[in-house]
């Protein structure tokens, strides 16, 4: 699954870099957004930028921002960036989100964070920092996201099941409550695999969904509709 269709866009990815996966493009198909103008949106983590690109196509007046701590997918995505239509739209930041500032804030921070917390490390660089929460984790992910947030925004992330219940715990004791979840199972009838979670300071009523990737004649009917626009 790592052929798009950006409105006739191809995402480049050199030899280095991380595959695209499914959590990243769920993520980028299903968040929230909203197609008001002054819409700011923070990718953290970006890779290359697939979550930031799918945005950039949903949100054609949002500004959007993807940041990584690792320097070559940093670059990455600000070349498939500069070769997409919204180039202008777009911008790349090689950081450290725990220690960014930004004046402006940001009405949506999204984020395929890493998750895997004591368990045995990559040996590679790259992956061990997009793996492990030892380089973001969540509770400092979750503060960081509530000082960079505008009223009334939303952070919203991609998790296994167990590290997403924590992570729940977790902004609720923060002051960001969960507001939509959607329980992602890979094959209909299983357990789920994956939660899609939003959080906001603002009191809103609780959406719940569910979400199967295949069915018996494989790809579900759910799951093509979520993500026609860019697989090709």
């Known amino acids: 699954m790592d052929s798009f269709s950006f409105k006739k866009f191809s995402l480049q990815q050199d030899r280095c870099a991380m595959k695209v996966g499914t959590d990243g493009v769920l993520l980028g198909a299903w968040v929230s957004v909203s197609p008001r103008a002054g819409m700011r949106i923070l990718d953290v983590g970006t890779g290359s930028g697939v979550i930031a690109l799918m945005l950039a196509q949903r949100c054609p007046q949002a500004e959007i921002t993807g940041m990584d701590i690792d320097a070559d997918s940093a670059g990455q995505a600000a070349a498939n960036f500069a070769a997409s239509p919204w180039s202008g739209r777009l911008d790349a930041l090689h950081g450290d989100f725990l220690s960014f500032e930004d004046a402006q804030g940001f009405d949506l921070i999204v984020s395929n964070p890493p998750f895997f917390n004591g368990t045995l490390q990559s040996?590679?660089?790259r992956r061990r920092a997009a793996r492990h929460s030892d380089t973001l984790p969540h509770a400092e992910m979750i503060a960081t996201a509530k000082r960079l947030l505008r009223p009334g925004g939303i952070l919203a992330v991609i998790l296994p099941v167990e590290e997403g219940a924590d992570f729940r715990m977790e902004a609720f004791s923060?002051?960001?409550?969960?507001?939509?979840?959607?329980?992602?199972?890979?094959?209909?009838g299983q357990e789920p695999k994956r939660v899609m979670m939003e959080f906001c300071a603002t009191p809103g009523k609780l959406v719940e969904e569910e979400l199967s990737l295949e069915c018996a004649d494989g790809p579900s009917a759910a799951y093509r509709q979520l993500t026609q626009d860019f697989y090709l």
């Open 123 to 125: 040996p590679v660089a």
């Open 174 to 188: 923060a002051g960001l409550p969960l507001q939509r979840i959607c329980r992602v199972s890979t094959i209909e």
